[in-house]
Structures are given as structure tokens and as C-alpha cells.
């Protein structure tokens, strides 16, 4: 027999980036002192401001983020269209010793994502999961990897900006080390015209 090819068909892209800086004092001040403006979630807490990239103290943060947006819909959604990705909600999540992050989506957004203000990527982690594999049957492997595998964890760390569909579930699991994971999460919508006039398909948002 030949030696057999495998093809990766229709992937759930995971960008991942990081901010060519350090956070400025001003920056880290702000993110650190928000932990008193917070509500409880599931397993930690989120900051009560959900436009948090709209503070002025983020202004180049967001400057940031948006450029990473423009990234992700040049490399990997490539429209024909003249549109873009746009910030609508965006929040901070800070996560202590034993405490997580529910299993999660993101509804009413097109791509979601996370830069880590502290994190250690010796403990910290982001968990994917698959939702295109079927949980009726179990199968024992000895091998996990990206085919067979219903669920995927990427370490995260301090400058670190990741950007998936908002579709993915994803979790974090119970904190490990002593530090407090501190994250700004987003999400996204599309700006401009989609579809076209001629099959009628046509959207302007």
C-alpha cells in the first residue's frame, strides 16, 4: 500500500498574535483597579463596563485589536466585498487560584477573541471544543491529535491575542498557580455590504 495523505478540510482557524510592546503602566494600572467595577460569572468575575475598549485608558489597546481584526479578515475570511470587522462588546474577566471559565459560545458576533494582560502559559491555558465530532459514540484512542481529539488547549500568555469564530465553544479549566489570569475579551460584527445586488443577495449593515 501507499503511503496515505490527510488533508485538513474546512479547519476552525485559531489566530493567534501578540501585542510588539509592553503594556504601559497607565494600561496595567487601569486593568488591575477594574477588578473592584466587577460582577460574578460563571466561575470568576467580569468587569461591569462591557465597552471596556471604549475607556480612554485602552485607546491604543483597542487601536491594537482592530488592527489584529484587519489581519484576520484580510488572511483569512478574504472578502470580495469592502467590509470589516468592527469591536462591539468588549470585557474583562479576571480568574484566581481553582476558580474557571464555563463552556461557552459567542452569539450575535461573527469572530470573538482574548488578549491576556497576565497570564503564565506554565498554567494557563484556553480549551477549544469540537462541536463536528459526535458524543453518541466513544472511542478509546491512543493518540490524541487534531482528527480525533474532541477538545484542544492552547497555553496563553501575557501580550497574547487569540481570535477564533464565535461560534467555538471554549473553556477555561480550573486555575492552576497563584497569579490572577487577567483578560479583555471581544467580540465582532461585520461593517459594509455583503452579497450583491444582482442575486439579490444584498446586505448593507
Not at 489566530?15 to 487601569?30: L, Q
Not at 467590509?83 to 459560545?105: A, F, G, M, P, V
Request: glycine residues 2%.
Amino acid at each position: 500500500m501507499k503511503e496515505s495523505q490527510t488533508h485538513n478540510l474546512f479547519p476552525t482557524p485559531i489566530y493567534i498574535n501578540k501585542i510588539d510592546r509592553e503594556f504601559t503602566k497607565k494600561e496595567i494600572d487601569f486593568v488591575n483597579n477594574e477588578i473592584n467595577n466587577c460582577k460574578i460569572n460563571h466561575g470568576n468575575i467580569s468587569s461591569l463596563d462591557s465597552y471596556i475598549l471604549n475607556r480612554l485608558e485602552l485607546n491604543n489597546i483597542k487601536t491594537f485589536i482592530q488592527k489584529c481584526c484587519n489581519d484576520y479578515l484580510s488572511k483569512i475570511i478574504s472578502p470580495n466585498n469592502n467590509i470589516k470587522l468592527y469591536i462591539t462588546q468588549s470585557w474583562l474577566n479576571y480568574t484566581k487560584e481553582n476558580q474557571y471559565h464555563h463552556r461557552h459560545n459567542h452569539t450575535n458576533s461573527i469572530i470573538s477573541g482574548v488578549l491576556y494582560f497576565n497570564s503564565n502559559k506554565d498554567n494557563d491555558n484556553i480549551k477549544f471544543f469540537n462541536s463536528k465530532n459526535s458524543e453518541q459514540i466513544s472511542i478509546e484512542t491512543n493518540n490524541y491529535n487534531i482528527w480525533n481529539s474532541n477538545s484542544w488547549w492552547f497555553p496563553v500568555e501575557t501580550g497574547q491575542i487569540i481570535m477564533f469564530p464565535s461560534s467555538t465553544e471554549h473553556q477555561v479549566d480550573n486555575k492552576k498557580g497563584n497569579n490572577t489570569r487577567i483578560s479583555l475579551a471581544f467580540n465582532t460584527f461585520y461593517k459594509g455590504l455583503l452579497g450583491s445586488n444582482e442575486n439579490m443577495t444584498e446586505l448593507k449593515l
